[in-house]
């Protein structure tokens, strides 16, 4: 029987309009709509390297080259066994393995490690695209960001999908400082299983949902300043949400940081954006980088600079 290789590469995303709740942990299915972008370091490629091979000797899924355990919740396997049926047909087997390799990623590697697998499999199999996204969220419920790249919105109901609403090309003139922060980040998992206990979950779904039609009409306009201007206002909005069910992501650091930000604000355009990690975003133009990593050099040592890209593409295939 032939062995077929199958490699493709998606970036890591960062919030827009930040996503906080998932009402069934298996689907992965969201209370509301969020949007995001897809991103890559500016002197290196970040992204998730996912190599499909089928009719390999035992199906497995390794991650940066651990092999993680099969019946993991958000095991990547999910995916294959959805197809299943497809693969036998095509290539008379679903013995398939996995391999991903996380390459420059700084947060959002769940969702790049999804896109890229998407990728993989439609490759393979070429599947319907919304069915697609359904089961590339139960492995990263923001796949879809990734996996279209640009910026993307996200729509939540019962299908939700992702539709992309400006290319890369728009966000030529900005770039991201990224300034990490020296703690462990927690799992995303407990910000989405705790907002939406809290009664005033109901107020975050309607900020949301009003954010991201505010966001629709601004990228009608191209207005690439109004999107990092809401985007700012968004990750109050979402902590605040987080500070209510006890999750705090933004530590007294990183909130001493963006305190800054407001000020130098006065002087040089920059926002802010923190997701569900240890980095503050600070999204600006190309021509403020140097003086923001001057800035932000008192704060931490791990400093990068970032840019809007593209979606998940197929590196290679190959048959023995
Ligand atoms: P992140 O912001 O990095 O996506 P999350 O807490 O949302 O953080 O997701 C972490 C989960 O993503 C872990 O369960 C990890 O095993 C999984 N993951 C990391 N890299 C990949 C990858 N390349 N392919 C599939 N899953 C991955
Ligand atoms: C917490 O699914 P991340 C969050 O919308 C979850 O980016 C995404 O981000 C928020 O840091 C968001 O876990 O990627």
């Known amino acids: 029987m032939s062995i077929w290789k199958v490699q493709s590469v998606a970036h890591p995303t960062i919030g827009i309009v930040l996503f906080g709740g998932i009402r069934d942990l298996y689907e ?3 209370y ?3 949007a995001g972008i897809a991103y890559t370091l500016v002197d290196t490629e970040s992204v998730a390297r996912t190599t ?7 199906s497995f899924v390794s991650i940066n080259g651990e ?3 099969s019946g993991d919740s958000r095991s990547p396997l999910k995916l294959i066994h959805s197809y299943s049926r497809e693969f036998v047909h095509k290539y008379g087997t679903d013995n398939i393995s996995i391999e991903s390799v ?7 590697s769940s969702d790049a490690g999804a896109a890229a697998l998407g990728k993989c499999v439609d490759y393979l199999i070429n599947v319907d695209q919304l069915s697609l996204e359904l089961e590339m969220r139960k492995v990263s419920e923001s796949a879809g960001r990734s996996y279209y790249g640009g910026l993307t919105i996200t729509y939540a109901g019962d299908r939700p999908y992702t539709k992309r609403i400006l290319d890369e090309d728009v966000f030529q003139k900005i770039r991201i400082v990224s ?3 020296p703690h462990r980040r927690k799992p995303s998992d407990d910000i989405h299983t705790n907002q939406p206990r809290h009664q005033h979950y109901k107020v975050r779904i309607k900020n949301a949902e009003s954010a991201v039609k505010e966001l629709e009409s ?3 306009k191209r207005d690439v300043r109004g999107i990092f201007e809401l985007a700012m206002k968004d990750t109050e909005d979402y902590h605040y949400m987080n500070s209510l069910v006890g999750v705090q992501i933004i530590t007294p650091e990183m909130r001493k940081l963006m305190n800054d930000i407001v000020d130098w604000r006065n002087d040089l355009w920059m926002t802010y954006i923190v997701t569900g990690g240890n980095s503050v975003f600070i999204p600006t133009y190309a021509e403020n980088v140097p003086e923001i990593k001057r800035k932000v050099s008192k704060y931490t040592d791990e400093i990068h600079e970032l840019k809007i890209t593209g979606g998940a593409r197929t590196v290679f295939s190959e048959s023995s």
């Not at 499909?52 to 035992?58: D, E, K």
Request: glycine share 6%; no cysteine.
């Open 28 to 30: 992965r299915l969201p």
């Open 32 to 34: 509301h709509s969020s």
């Open 52 to 58: 499909l091979t089928v009719g390999a000797n035992r």
């Open 67 to 69: 092999e993680i355990n």
């Open 102 to 108: 996380n390459e420059n990623i700084l947060s959002g």
């Open 179 to 181: 300034a990490v922060f």
């Open 218 to 220: 601004l990228s009608e």
